[in-house]
């Protein structure tokens, strides 16, 4: 009986593994998102609603960013008081993340003048009728492992900090340029362009 | 004042009076479940004492040894061995073998738990079985670290641990437990109640963004409880949903999963008062 008992416990811990993952998305005052508004860059401010950011996932090791999607159900936040803040809340079930998997994720942010639902094209830099002064931006690309696994649970895992958290702040710039580069993308392209100059003056 | 070298234990015992009038006189509550800060306050006294003994020219090897009984309500609790039992510290040593327990203690590298259960009636080795039934070990339970505990029992029942206080007083009257970035799952080295955590002699480090997760029995959830004085909301403690809540208290023998915020380890120091 005892070893039925334990067997039962057991795959109460397996099954465990098959529901949604719990993750808490809320950055920190070393992770705070910033907008660039005609060529100035500032900590997101303005009344909750001023800006809304998603949860966008791929499997772990992927590095593309344009290669993430928001899943049907995804995580939503919007930004708070505090500038740079944002909060979508504690211990969410997060949709196509199975809990205990570990998943890479970014997380993208964008102005209310954009409206407030995701859109996919935003990845490729489609932003049609995108008003004046709109911005959209992505985070660095982390990966974790979700909570919500096993009986007791594991903690829902946080989007930001710790070990595997994205541990940056992010910046929104202008829409309708494609999507923003990473510094390290702009100095690549800049090295580039370098490059082709000196190759045409020495022709 | 003559000894030189000479143990000097304060001790409790566990089974009944000491035979030792002198150890009666010098010994603390170790009833370490109902033990308050007062009760500290007199071991500390104690070790002051002993340490103006040392100063006055006589070396003395400083240990509190006690126990302390915890009570533990069916289901899955948080705990946090509160007392050094040894080099080891196994879960044998302080008295977690209920048959048919679970402990399940925290692997911040896969964000899982690591399961070991007692059952001697399997008659597989010596009792202590895997998540597969596989023969296994009691895991090493040191102060500080917390784990969940499995009561298979349809009662609260009582574990008592015993072991000695840590930092013992004396030179190195202080201890420092490493907060790795991320979760882990831990308690206070220094058996102690407060009602706000980061009071002394707890002190839990206030860290920005960082969250202490307990367990409530009842509902088998965690309770959250964030502190962030960058909000600006309260005193910095706010909950899963960013309203402000009192700091949350400490229990002798309580364990709780501490998230750092930081990509660095953290340290956790405390001393005797």
Known sequence: ?203 | MGRKNVQFIFKKSLTGPSLFAIVNAHTVNTNYKNMRTKALLSVAAIAASAISAMAQGNVYSLNIVGYATVTVPAGFSILANPLSAGATNGANEIGLTIDSEQILTWNPANSSFNFVSFDSTLGIGTGWIDAQLNPSSPPSLPPGKGFFFFNPGTTATNITFVGQVVPGPGAANSNSLPLIPGFSMIGSPLPANVTNISSAPVSLPLINSMQVLTWNNATSKYVYSSYDATLGIGTGWIDANLNPITAPGYSIGQGFFFFNPGNQTAFWNQSLP
């Open chain 1, 1 to 203: 009986m005892k070893k039925l008992a334990a067997i039962l416990c057991l795959s109460a811990l397996t099954t465990g593994a098959f529901a949604q993952g719990l993750v808490t998305f809320l950055n920190s005052s070393t992770t705070l998102s910033s907008a660039t508004v005609n060529g100035t860059s500032a900590a997101t401010s303005g009344a909750p609603g001023a800006y809304y950011y998603a949860l966008l996932l791929a499997p772990a090791g992927t590095t593309d960013p344009k290669a993430f999607s928001f899943p049907a159900g995804g995580l939503y936040a919007t930004n708070i008081a505090a500038a740079g803040r944002f909060n979508g809340g504690a211990n969410l079930t997060a949709a196509g993340w199975a809990a205990g998997a570990s998943m890479s994720y970014e997380v993208a942010i964008w102005s209310a003048s954009l409206g407030h639902d995701w859109q996919a094209g935003w990845l490729q830099g489609n932003f049609p009728g995108a008003p004046a002064g709109s911005v959209f931006g992505l985070s660095a690309i982390a990966t974790g492992i979700s909570g919500g696994a096993g009986s007791p649970a594991s903690p829902a895992y946080n989007l930001f900090g710790g070990a595997t958290g994205i541990s940056t702040g992010f910046n929104a710039g202008p829409a309708g340029g494609g999507i923003v580069p990473e510094p390290t993308s702009m100095a690549l392209a800049g090295l580039g362009a370098a490059a082709l100059l000196i190759f045409r003056r020495r022709k």
